[in-house]
Nanobody
Framework: VQLQAYGGGLVQPGGSLRLSCAAS????????MGWFRQAPGKEREFVAA????????LHADSVKGRFTISRDGAKNTVDLQMNSLKPEDTAVYYC?????????????????WGQGTHVTVSS
């Protein structure tokens, strides 16, 4: 599966952004999907993940209540709605896919990665 993330940009603190990730291929429903982010000088970290059916999702504690992951099987997309953004949310955001029904937070268990989209939260 090939992944293409988009929707990043510059936003003021307290603002919102919606990231999207388009997946190629006809087996999108076979993949657990995740979002990760990497800030300058830091390791890539888990943000959110969603099951193949969309019925189960996990969010990192740092974004819980502010970010929401969702997926659309008809469009082969997975979105990350980001509200109440903070400067510490500034990072490159990556979408990832895992050919398994098990939703996990470890980046090493995701086999496919998109190219990343930049999010900058600044006034």
């Amino acid at each position: 599966v090939q992944l293409q993330a988009y929707g990043g940009g510059l936003v003021q603190p307290g603002g919102s952004l919606r990231l999207s990730c388009a997946a190629s291929g006809r087996t999108f429903s076979s993949y657990t999907m995740g979002w990760f982010r990497q800030a300058p000088g830091k390791e890539r970290e888990f943000v959110a993940a969603i099951s193949r059916s969309g019925g189960s999702a996990l969010h990192a504690d740092s974004v819980k209540g502010r970010f929401t992951i969702s997926r659309d099987g008809a469009k082969n997309t997975v979105d990350l709605q980001m509200n109440s953004l903070k400067p510490e949310d500034t990072a490159v955001y990556y979408c990832a896919a895992r050919n398994s029904q098990v939703v996990v937070t470890s980046k090493v268990l995701y086999e496919y990665w998109g190219q990343g989209t930049h999010v900058t939260v600044s006034s």
